[in-house]
């Protein structure tokens, strides 16, 4: 399971993240984590893991798009703090989300993890479209 998600991450990170070079990141982001959140819904409708992680892991490059999103927003001067804020809360939540996903997995079984967890990527992708500004010019 964990092999076929890594392979999907992989593939991710070698053929979405190039796409927030060309394109407007303000759009790419929220659909890949709404691409992730249908993911995440049908990982937690499905009767096994299956192909599924694979594609949960293909669509989980939104965070590797923030990082230079981060960096081409932020003022000159404060650029590195900036990046490594958002470097830091990407790895917190790398961290965390072992522990959390695992509370709840024990408590609620292993679907709601994934239910939860596409809530919130739908709420993340909200607020990212509302809060990043659009590209002048």
């Not at 992989?10 to 993911?39: E, K, Q, T």
């Not at 893991?49 to 892991?57: A, H, P, Q, S, V």
């Not at 001067?77 to 900036?82: A, E, F, I, Q, T």
Request: aromatic share 6%; proline share 6%.
């Amino acid at each position: 399971m964990v092999t076929v998600t890594q392979v999907g991450y992989a593939v991710g990170i070698f053929l979405l993240v190039p796409l927030g070079d060309p394109r407007d990141r303000r759009r790419l982001i929220p659909l890949m984590l709404l691409l992730s959140a249908g993911m995440l819904l049908s990982a937690a409708a499905a009767p096994r893991y299956g192909w599924r992680l694979g594609g949960l892991g293909l669509t989980t490059v939104g965070a590797q798009l923030l990082t230079p999103l981060a960096s081409e927003l932020a003022v000159p001067d404060r650029r590195g703090s900036v990046v490594g804020s958002v470097a830091s809360g990407v790895l917190i939540g790398i961290l965390l989300s072992r522990t959390v996903s695992g509370a709840v997995a024990g408590l609620f079984g292993w679907r709601a993890i994934f239910l939860l967890a596409a809530a919130a990527t739908v709420i993340a992708a909200a607020v990212l479209y509302r809060i990043v500004p659009v590209p002048a010019g």
